[in-house]
């Protein structure tokens, strides 16, 4: 994710860059990069999910950021399936915020993949 990221603000002039993740260090690789690029915040636009990533949405807009709020559309199982596959990517184990609540140090959490 974070290398198609590069790529795609990077090739800005020939792509509009919108970036959909709740996955907290995805959205921040994603801000950082925009930001060594020397271009302004409103030249990123972030997708989040209505009702899993208000917060999030919050926090981008005070920061600058455009953002637009999106659901799902279409048949209840099909919107179903993919509210779930959304929880689960937030709320994993291995999640950012789970192992930082369990103690893990920052400095440990953001180091590269």
Known sequence: FERMTIRLLEA???VRVAIASHNLRSVAHAAAHNAALGADPSALEFQVLRGLGDDL?????????????????GDLNSGMAYLVRRLLENTSNDSFLANHARGADFDELLVAP
């Open 57 to 73: 949405q919050d926090a981008l807009v005070k920061s600058g950021f455009r953002v637009r709020t999106y659901c799902p559309v």
């Open 12 to 14: 800005r002039p020939l």
